[in-house]
């Protein structure tokens, strides 16, 4: 059965080949925890090709992009937020804001 053109985005969250994400991860409104909740994902996937931190982060833009204007402002915010969380869990440098 193909996936339509309008809900691919929403295919590609729930059943990516880099990570199984944890249920609702992205509307929680605690920055560290949507950034715990990647980094868990992403270590104990065996699918990834890139390296965790590669692969979190991109599951982060992939869904901050695909949600667009329809993700409220507030969300955006705490999703930026989660960015910078997730840098700091890998030992990355964290963005000035």
């Known amino acids: 059965m193909a996936v339509s053109t309008r809900n691919w985005s929403a ?3 729930e059943k990516s080949d880099a990570l199984d994400l944890e249920q609702d991860v992205f509307a929680q409104n605690d920055p ?3 950034a715990s909740s990647l980094k868990r994902s992403a270590d ?3 699918r ?5 931190f590669r692969s979190a982060m991109s599951m982060l833009t ?3 992009n695909r949600a667009g ?3 409220p402002a507030k969300q955006h915010q705490v999703l930026e937020a989660a960015k910078d ?3 700091g ?3 990355r440098k964290r963005t000035d804001r």
Request: aromatic residues 12%; without cysteine; positive net charge.
């Open 89 to 91: 869990l890998y030992g």
């Open 69 to 71: 204007k329809n993700l």
């Open 48 to 52: 990834r090709k890139g390296e965790p």
């Open 11 to 13: 295919e590609v969250t």
């Open 85 to 87: 969380e997730l840098r």
């Open 62 to 64: 992939f869904y901050i």
């Open 32 to 34: 560290k925890a949507i």
């Open 44 to 46: 104990r996937s065996e």
